[in-house]
């Protein structure tokens, strides 16, 4: 680390969002060009900087700032340097000269201690001579703040934040309960909050610490999908966590419960301790699914009448599930509809939106990614959405997304269908549910045995094992789908039936390889050279699956040699570097989380703006078009040419996505998919995950790997535990009034 000092002479770039400067200090008689995150600083002030430093691609030489310290000018000239910066409202070059010379080096003294005698310059009253006071007094009260919040290790990034949220509040909250950041302030979990609080020597036993530590796990148990915790699984985690016995950590359950912060359930004889907002969510869910649960009175001769016309129509023959389905869907306000692939789950949505439009009624379709979407579009020939775009995703922030459509606007519909419920987690659920209105009819198509949602709850799998609805269950292999290997081997894993591996198919290959770098060099030369003649596709439509991010066949190895093959570095393609990831232009990449608040746009041939909104989701997938060094953004394209420009501060978003994990391609479809397969934790290799990739290819499925390796997991029924409540939420309190049963 080096240190330099000196003033700030002009202010080239500042982001007033995150506090991210570009400015030119002063020191002696070198100008340098500084970068940081300063916040409250202006032209004309005096800081000591400690950093190092770099050299920018295109901007030469500069000092990256990790901390810096303002000083107070000390002699006349830069007294007057800094007041006439423009720094404090109200004085310029002439004003700030006069003041100096009236008051010399006395003069920061005067105005903090004797503000009244400002008014003894010339042009300068006493109201303004007070304001002038109370600026300089705001700015060193911010500059004491950042001292004292960077002696404890805190980033100045933060200490803006935290300023700004308490004000001079700050030093009794950092001093008493810094765990009130992880509450109050956006992008601070536990583990920051935690440092923090060791750093000002708070005990690793007190309240504060082992309260937040508990909500901290529920919020880590939703991450891997789960609305609650059994009440000794939370003890044992959160004991783990803060290193504190778990005699200590039970009696605050029930002061939680008090303040409403967590949920106590005595269920199936065990305490299931929620988080308040993932409870509220089950319950709320439950009661709206009951809400639209109603049965309409309809003549069974003529729904038959009508089936028989579209299967006229359309030259297609319902089997006996099938028209049950249609049956089901005119009959009553909620069905689920549920079968593997070939089964004939798009020609039953196809039958029930004809029945419909015969009806004239108004249909809606959606799911809950683009490429689901995409799909659903192409099979119906009707528009579909994504579920966040039909119901209006207004941009709010990830942990309170805010929809238009909701119980207060509810969608202008008479029918809801949505496909690849599995997907679907008890976040976005609640959010559809409060948007139909009742009266209209909710129809919920899925594969239950595909992997569960990403988010939290099992909200398709609970609702068919609550019981309390109708639902239908699609159990034949159609004759074209027959002729699928894809789709006879998914239903023979699924069942655990014995696959053939001899490479006899047509769309199904077994290449065996024993050796992780062998593995990867068969998996290139299928992509680059063999697949994409045979399923009709460019290598970057053909999707790497595999079943872990690290190791030797995980996601982030494999993208590293991917991008050196398929989009290899050159002169032309512009890159940038974020974290230990290299982006470059042409690479595909993913979203990997959501964020409600990315604009995009979708432009027309000649560059006109033809559609705009926010919202760019987990999962989804697009190639970057430019690296723009000078504005600092990444333009990615995405499916439907949704254009999305990145800050860089934002890269950390992205990742690269020639290979991605199975759990990410949940919802998608791709024309060929290449899976590298040796092995894995027991846990994870399982049938539900085999069974998931299978199912992702169109024409063609080519695993590579061991087949001791594919036996296993196909054998492996053992799937992580997943805690949720919905179902007991539908079925508590008589609120599942019947008993539907599965059709």
Same mark, same amino acid.
């Given at each position: ?25 002063v020191?002696?008689d070198?100008?340098?060009t500084?970068?940081?995150i300063?916040?409250?600083?202006s032209?004309?002030e ?15 030489e500069q000092?990256q700032?990790?901390?810096y ?11 007057e ?8 409202r109200?004085?310029g070059?002439?004003l =700030? ?6 008051f ?5 003294r ?8 400002? =008014? ?9 001579a ?12 911010l ?5 004292f919040l960077q ?6 990034k933060?200490a803006v ?5 308490y004000?001079?509040d ?5 001093r ?5 950041l992880?509450d ?13 609080a060791?750093?000002?020597?708070i005990?690793t036993d ?22 609650y915790? *059994? ?6 985690r959160t ?18 419960a008090i ?7 005595q ?8 988080g =308040?907002?993932?409870y509220?969510k ?44 249609v ?6 306000g ?15 949505i196809n ?6 439009e015969l009806?004239?009624?108004d249909?809606?379709l959606?799911a809950?990614t ?38 207060n606007n *509810?969608?202008d519909?008479d ?8 997907m679907?987690?008890?976040?976005l ?8 209105a ?13 992997l ?6 099992s909200v ?18 159609f ?9 006879v ?9 014995e696959?053939?591996?001899?490479n ?18 068969v998996?290139l ?15 970057y ?18 993208n590293?040699i991917?991008?050196h093959?398929?989009?290899p ?8 570097e974020?974290?230990?990831r ?5 690479d ?13 746009e979708?432009r027309?041939?000649y560059g006109?703006?033809?559609?705009r909104g ?15 060094e ?7 394209v995405?499916?439907?040419e ?8 934002l ?14 391609s ?28 299978v ?11 061991d ?10 029924v ?5 805690y949720?409540g ?5 079925l ?12």
């Amino acid at each position: 680390m080096e240190r330099i000092a000196g003033y700030i002479d002009h202010v080239i770039y500042r982001n007033a969002e995150n506090g991210y400067t570009v400015l030119v200090a002063v020191c002696g008689d070198d100008e340098i060009t500084c970068t940081g995150i300063f916040s409250g600083i202006s032209e004309g002030e005096n800081l000591e900087m400690e950093g190092e430093y770099v050299t920018h691609a295109t901007y030469g030489e500069q000092f990256q700032v990790s901390r810096y310290e303002q000083k107070d000018p000390t002699d006349e000239l830069s007294i007057e340097r800094y007041l006439g910066s423009g720094a404090i409202r109200g004085i310029g070059a002439a004003l =700030a000269a006069r003041i100096v010379k009236k008051f010399k080096g006395d003069t920061f003294r005067i105005i903090e201690e004797e503000p009244e005698r400002l =008014a003894e310059v010339k042009g300068i009253s006493e109201r303004k001579a007070m304001e002038i006071s109370e600026q300089v007094a705001e700015k060193r009260d911010l500059r004491r703040a950042m001292i004292f919040l960077q002696q404890y290790g805190i980033t100045l990034k933060l200490a803006v934040k935290i300023y700004q949220k308490y004000g001079q509040d700050l030093y009794g909250v950092i001093r008493e309960n810094p765990y009130r950041l992880a509450d109050d302030i956006e992008g601070v979990g536990f583990r920051i909050a935690d440092e923090i609080a060791q750093n000002v020597g708070i005990r690793t036993d007190s309240d504060f610490r082992i309260r937040s530590g508990i909500l901290y796990t529920l919020i880590q148990a939703s991450g891997e999908g789960h609305t609650y915790l *059994p009440e000794e699984l939370l003890l044992q985690r959160t004991s783990e966590l803060l290193g504190v016995e778990e005699q200590f950590i039970g009696r605050h359950f029930m002061d939680l419960a008090i303040e409403r912060k967590l949920i106590m359930k005595q269920e199936k004889g065990e305490v299931r301790i929620y988080g =308040a907002s993932f409870y509220y969510k089950e319950s709320g869910t439950a009661a709206m699914l009951k809400g639209l649960d109603v049965t309409y009175a309809v003549d069974d001769r003529e729904i038959e009448e009508r089936v028989r016309r579209i299967e006229q129509q359309t030259g297609i023959e319902l089997d006996e599930h099938q028209r049950e389905a249609v049956f089901e869907a005119v009959c009553n306000g909620l069905v689920v509809i549920t079968g593997g692939p070939g089964t004939g789950k798009t020609t039953t949505i196809n039958s029930i939106i004809k029945y419909f439009e015969l009806e004239a009624m108004d249909i809606s379709l959606a799911a809950p990614t683009g490429r689901a979407a995409k799909r659903m579009s192409e099979l119906t020939g009707y528009e579909a959405k994504t579920i966040h775009r039909m119901l209006e995703l207004n941009g709010g922030v990830e942990t309170a997304m805010g929809f238009e459509r909701n119980e207060n606007n *509810p969608l202008d519909t008479d029918v809801v269908i949505i496909d690849e419920m599995s997907m679907v987690d008890i976040h976005l659920m609640h959010a559809l549910l409060k948007a139909i209105a009742a009266g209209t009819r909710l129809i919920l198509v899925g594969d239950v045995n595909q992997l569960p949602s990403v988010g939290p709850g099992s909200v398709l799998r609970d609702i068919i094992e609550s019981k309390c609805f109708h639902v239908v269950q699609l159990t034949r292999i159609f004759r074209q789908a027959s002729k699928s290997d894809i789709v006879v081997n998914a239903h023979k894993i699924n069942r655990g039936e014995e696959v053939a591996l001899d490479n006899r198919s047509r769309d199904f290959f077994f290449l065996k390889r024993y050796d992780a770098d062998k593995i990867i060099n068969v998996t290139l030369q299928l992509i680059m050279q063999k697949l994409p003649g045979y399923v009709e596709a460019k290598p970057y439509e053909i999707q790497v699956l595999t079943a872990m991010r690290k190791g030797n066949l995980g996601v982030e190895r494999l993208n590293r040699i991917l991008q050196h093959y398929l989009n290899p570095e050159a002169p032309e393609k512009k890159e940038r570097e974020s974290g230990d990831r290299v982006f470059r232009e042409g690479d595909k990449v993913m979203q990997i989380k959501n964020n409600y608040q990315l604009e995009w746009e979708i432009r027309s041939r000649y560059g006109i703006v033809a559609d705009r909104g926010t919202g760019v989701f987990n999962g989804d997938t697009g190639v970057i078009r430019e690296i723009n060094e000078y504005k600092e953004t990444v333009t990615v394209v995405y499916e439907e040419e949704k254009i999305v420009e990145y800050p860089f501060r934002l890269l950390d978003e992205l990742e690269l996505a020639y290979a991605i994990t199975i759990h990410k391609s949940q919802g998608s479809e791709y024309p060929a998919v290449v899976i590298p397969l040796l092995g894995g934790p027991r846990m994870l290799m399982n049938r539900n995950l085999l069974y998931t990739a299978v199912t992702r290819a169109k024409k063609c499925v080519t695993i590579v790997g061991d087949e001791a390796c594919f036996c296993e997991m196909e054998q492996n029924v053992t799937e992580q535990k997943r805690y949720s409540g919905l179902a007991d939420r539908l079925l508590e309190d008589d609120l599942c009034s019947k008993n539907h049963g599965n059709s």
